[in-house]
């Protein structure tokens, strides 16, 4: 284990924040974090765990003592005539992941293709695009206690999978509370990859590429690529353009709310759940309060896709969040709704 000091993180997260970790440890396995735990100076530090960083807004130079998940490895575990149970190390990248399951034929993940971050970070934000969350096709995940460098396997359940939500963002307010957040970092994931497949097709842009292309049975490759092609026209590139892909997540109403906002705004997107709510497009309510396009300082709402926030070159943290709290409040003030980031704040 090398604990690496005043380490540059611009590079590790994907708004290109510049900012520096005091203390930082590549984790290459569940033996660097244990020895780190046994270190007099940094085990009873605070700890941040930090995968590719596609879903944190940095504010300033990061105090706790940073632990950059870098275990790879990708291996079918098992195989049946059900499913494919398939593995990967947290600190895969999850599109590079996605592309090599599909190359093993091993076929399910083609709607999650292009989502920046690791693998590790996958079953934190129970990450989902087009029709599939990650819930849908998650087996199990190790993990490592980081207080007492215990290793723990978690099924579903235990994952406490929701909206962009797991166990993994919430700190146990008491003993006995089943809270993860800073007290656990992920090792490996594994995948329960469906036999027969079955495509997922509902969504309107890849319904459009069927009627484009004329193509009404497609493969899972053929999948990938459409949703490739959306993500791409949609979303800019972290390399290109630094964001965090959506910055706010679509809020759900009941009804009576929905057809309350419909009276005022018939235009509004809007998709029916099957638990009787209706989620709303947060895109949708962002470009209706006329943020499309605009800046705070050098962080700027992106011009093709009002819910990806973006930095236009230079852009501190706080400018970030100065201008996410300004969009909140301009759709409060609007539709009366509460819309809530993705990110976390660093």
């Known amino acids: 284990?090398?604990?690496?000091?005043?380490?540059?993180?611009?590079?590790?997260?994907?708004?290109?924040?510049?900012?520096?970790?005091?203390?930082?440890?590549r984790v290459r396995s569940q033996d660097d974090v244990q020895q780190l735990l046994a270190d007099p100076e940094h085990g009873p530090a605070p700890k941040f765990v930090l995968g590719g960083g596609s879903n944190i807004v940095?504010?300033?130079?990061?105090?706790?003592?940073?632990?950059?998940?870098?275990?790879?490895?990708?291996?079918?575990?098992?195989?049946?005539?059900?499913?494919?149970?398939?593995?990967?190390?947290?600190?895969?990248?999850?599109?590079?992941f996605v592309t090599w399951t599909l190359e093993q034929g091993f076929d399910g993940l083609e709607n999650l293709a292009l989502i920046p971050g690791t693998v590790g970070a996958s079953p934190v934000q129970n990450v989902g695009a087009y029709g599939v969350e990650l819930?849908?096709?998650?087996?199990?995940?190790?993990?490592?206690?980081?207080?007492?460098?215990?290793?723990?396997?978690?099924?579903?359940?235990?994952?406490?999978?929701?909206?962009?939500?797991?166990?993994?963002?919430?700190?146990?307010?008491?003993?006995?509370?089943?809270?993860?957040?800073?007290?656990?970092?992920?090792?490996?994931?594994?995948?329960?990859?469906?036999?027969?497949?079955k495509p997922v097709l509902g969504y309107a842009d890849i319904e459009r590429k069927m009627q484009e292309t004329g193509i009404q049975e497609p493969s899972a490759r053929q999948v990938y690529e459409w949703v490739c092609a959306v993500r791409a026209a949609k979303l800019?590139?972290?390399?290109?353009?630094?964001?965090?892909?959506?910055?706010?997540?679509?809020?759900?109403v009941s009804p009576d709310q929905c057809q309350d906002i419909i009276a005022r705004e018939p235009?509004?997107?809007?998709?029916?759940?099957?638990?009787?709510?209706?989620?709303?497009?947060?895109?949708?309510?962002?470009?209706?309060?006329?943020?499309?396009g605009k800046s705070v300082g050098n962080a700027g709402v992106y011009e093709r896709q009002a819910l990806v926030l973006v930095?236009?070159?230079?852009?501190?943290?706080?400018?970030?969040?100065?201008?996410?709290?300004?969009?909140?409040?301009?759709?409060?003030?609007?539709?009366g709704i509460r819309l809530e980031p993705e990110p976390v704040v660093v």
């Open 135 to 197: 819930q849908d096709r998650f087996e199990s995940l190790d993990a490592i206690d980081l207080v007492t460098g215990k290793t723990f396997t978690l099924d579903a359940a235990q994952c406490a999978f929701g909206y962009r939500d797991s166990v993994f963002k919430h700190v146990a307010a008491k003993e006995g509370d089943f809270g993860l957040a800073g007290r656990a970092m992920i090792l490996r994931v594994r995948f329960r990859l469906p036999r027969p497949w």
């Open 58 to 96: 940095i504010t300033g130079d990061v105090k706790p003592v940073v632990l950059k998940v870098e275990v790879l490895g990708r291996r079918l575990v098992d195989e049946s005539p059900r499913a494919f149970i398939v593995e990967a190390g947290a600190g895969e990248n999850w599109h590079d």
């Open 267 to 292: 235009n509004i997107v809007h998709y029916p759940m099957a638990d009787g709510t209706v989620k709303l497009a947060a895109g949708w309510l962002i470009d209706a309060c006329g943020w499309k």
């Open 311 to 335: 930095n236009r070159g230079g852009a501190t943290g706080g400018e970030v969040v100065t201008l996410a709290r300004a969009i909140q409040t301009s759709v409060y003030e609007r539709f």
């Open 1 to 25: 284990m090398i604990v690496e000091q005043n380490v540059p993180l611009q590079a590790h997260n994907s708004f290109g924040i510049v900012a520096k970790a005091r203390a930082l440890v």
């Open 236 to 252: 800019p590139d972290p390399r290109v353009i630094g964001n965090a892909g959506s910055f706010f997540k679509n809020p759900t």
